[in-house]
């Protein structure tokens, strides 16, 4: 599949003109025999910077790109901080007219930040495709000690050799199922935050995230019933994914309440001590979580709201522990301030018509289960006793404007 971004672009009837600076996704087997191709078709010419690490140099199915300079850090140990990243940049002989990267998530950021910093386009090369952000515009890097997400520049050009990624074991690509059957749940928060509160929303942009959720349902049944996965689609909807974060600079068509569950993993508030688990994973128990709730919900025919109150200081310190200076902090410009709450009530049967398009929490588990994905609290050294505060906890610590979060302002 070969994706021209371009019919992304322009006045759109949101009201907004949109941009992209990725021109060019390709997900095809042997894609890398034709790399220099590509970039003619981007413009991209001139000294080329290729970075490994010793993992992907060595990948079984690699084609190796022709460099003007290759670089080929150390696996061991990487990750994505600010002193490798320019560990890594003292190594360039000259500076580059263009960076290509050769890896996962971690080994990009290496590319992004410094083709950020130079001023230069970088391409990603992806050696696994589990997940959304390698047409995403975001870096996540470690900066004196904290774990940032940065909006910085997004690749002009994603190339992923099929060949190269059917070598990433299949447990990866199941938590990147589950990171995209996310959406049933974002799709809908953001789509009842729209209804409710007048949010922006683009239908063009929600189009693209459906897509890819519905092109990932069916590749997801497939493999339930036991046929080849269809790698080239899997990987296709990651890059959809991910370019609707780069057309709206935020996560908002890919994330909901249900990707909390990820932060919650790596925050480690009360009842999260032990947790563990792939991004994906974490993300895939969110899912299955709202989907209960979220119907639960929607089982009553109407609604009674009460006026915003903040949020409890004294349930934040108990549930957050040392973390709750931080939740507050968050908690201090609350979108819940920003409507009428008697919006959800007035709404609340288009409400219960978006939640009516989320699969059953009783589907969803028999598909996770039959693909081979985690699908329980358990499974991810959770406690199963947060289940019942699950939507306080996770809404708790982003202020973004979900289902999950506006039933603090629905009567129990
Ligand atoms: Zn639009
Ligand atoms: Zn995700």
């Given at each position: 599949?070969?994706?021209?971004?371009?019919?992304?672009?322009?006045?759109?009837?949101?009201?907004?003109?949109?941009?992209?600076?990725?021109?060019?996704?390709?997900?095809?087997?042997?894609?890398?025999?034709?790399?220099?191709?590509?970039?003619?078709?981007?413009?991209?010419?001139?000294?080329?910077?290729?970075?490994?690490?010793?993992?992907?140099?060595?990948?079984?199915?690699?084609?190796?790109?022709?460099?003007?300079?290759?670089?080929?850090?150390?696996?061991?140990?990487?990750?994505?901080?600010?002193?490798?990243?320019?560990?890594?940049?003292?190594?360039?002989?000259?500076?580059?007219?263009?960076?290509?990267?050769?890896?996962?998530?971690?080994?990009?950021?290496?590319?992004?930040?410094?083709?950020?910093?130079?001023g230069i386009p970088f391409v990603a090369i992806p050696t696994i495709v589990s997940s959304d952000g390698f047409t995403?515009?975001?870096?996540?890097?470690?900066?004196?000690?904290?774990?940032?997400?940065?909006?910085?520049?997004?690749?002009?050009?994603?190339?992923?050799?099929?060949?190269?990624?059917?070598?990433?074991?299949?447990?990866?690509?199941?938590?990147?199922?589950?990171?995209?059957?996310?959406?049933?749940?974002?799709?809908?928060?953001?789509?009842?935050?729209?209804?409710?509160?007048?949010?922006?929303?683009?239908?063009?942009?929600?189009?693209?995230?459906?897509?890819?959720?519905?092109?990932?349902?069916?590749?997801?049944?497939?493999?339930?019933?036991?046929?080849?996965?269809?790698?080239?689609?899997?990987?296709?909807?990651?890059?959809?994914?991910?370019?609707?974060?780069?057309?709206?600079?935020?996560?908002?068509?890919?994330?909901?309440?249900?990707?909390?569950?990820?932060?919650?993993?790596?925050?480690?508030?009360?009842?999260?001590?032990?947790?563990?688990?792939?991004?994906?994973?974490?993300?895939?128990?969110?899912?299955?979580?709202?989907?209960?709730?979220?119907?639960?919900?929607?089982?009553?025919?109407?609604?009674?709201?009460?006026?915003?109150?903040?949020?409890?200081?004294?349930?934040?310190?108990?549930?957050?522990?040392?973390?709750?200076?931080?939740?507050?902090?968050?908690?201090?410009?609350?979108?819940?301030?920003?409507?009428?709450?008697?919006?959800?009530?007035?709404?609340?049967?288009?409400?219960?018509?978006?939640?009516?398009?989320?699969?059953?929490?009783?589907?969803?588990?028999?598909?996770?289960?039959?693909?081979?994905?985690?699908?329980?609290?358990?499974?991810?050294?959770?406690?199963?006793?947060?289940?019942?505060?699950?939507?306080?906890?996770?809404?708790?610590?982003?202020?973004?404007?979900?289902?999950?979060?506006?039933?603090?302002?629905?009567?129990?």
């Amino acid at each position: 599949m070969i994706l021209d971004t371009s019919k992304y672009l322009g006045k759109c009837a949101c009201g907004r003109e949109h941009t992209l600076r990725t021109k060019l996704v390709v997900c095809e087997y042997g894609a890398l025999k034709s790399f220099d191709k590509y970039m003619d078709d981007c413009g991209l010419t001139g000294f080329r910077t290729v970075i490994y690490d010793t993992n992907t140099y060595n990948l079984p199915g690699i084609t190796h790109i022709r460099a003007d300079q290759e670089i080929v850090l150390e696996a061991k140990g990487l990750h994505s901080e600010k002193g490798l990243i320019e560990d890594c940049m003292k190594r360039f002989v000259r500076k580059p007219d263009y960076v290509v990267v050769v890896g996962g998530g971690t080994l990009m950021d290496f590319g992004r930040w410094s083709a950020w910093k130079l001023g230069i386009p970088f391409v990603a090369i992806p050696t696994i495709v589990s997940s959304d952000g390698f047409t995403a515009d975001i870096c996540s890097i470690i900066i004196d000690g904290q774990k940032k997400s940065i909006p910085m520049q997004a690749a002009d050009a994603v190339i992923c050799d099929m060949d190269v990624i059917a070598g990433a074991p299949m447990f990866l690509n199941i938590a990147g199922v589950q990171d995209i059957l996310a959406k049933h749940v974002s799709i809908a928060d953001w789509k009842i935050a729209h209804i409710v509160s007048g949010e922006y929303f683009c239908q063009k942009v929600c189009d693209m995230a459906q897509e890819a959720l519905d092109i990932m349902d069916r590749c997801a049944h497939e493999i339930a019933a036991g046929k080849k996965p269809d790698l080239e689609a899997m990987a296709y909807t990651q890059m959809l994914s991910g370019l609707t974060m780069q057309i709206l600079s935020n996560s908002r068509a890919a994330s909901g309440a249900e990707h909390l569950v990820a932060h919650l993993v790596e925050m480690k508030p009360r009842g999260f001590e032990n947790a563990h688990g792939l991004h994906g994973e974490c993300v895939g128990v969110g899912t299955l979580m709202c989907a209960r709730a979220y119907h639960k919900l929607a089982q009553r025919e109407s609604v009674t709201v009460h006026p915003f109150v903040p949020i409890d200081e004294e349930w934040v310190r108990w549930e957050f522990g040392d973390l709750a200076e931080g939740i507050l902090k968050e908690n201090e410009n609350d979108v819940l301030k920003t409507f009428d709450p008697q919006s959800i009530a007035e709404h609340w049967q288009e409400i219960r018509q978006v939640i009516a398009a989320i699969p059953s929490y009783e589907e969803l588990n028999l598909l996770y289960a039959d693909i081979g994905a985690k699908h329980t609290l358990e499974e991810l050294g959770i406690d199963p006793a947060v289940e019942d505060s699950f939507l306080d906890i996770s809404s708790a610590i982003r202020n973004r404007l979900t289902l999950a979060r506006m039933t603090r302002l629905i009567e129990k």
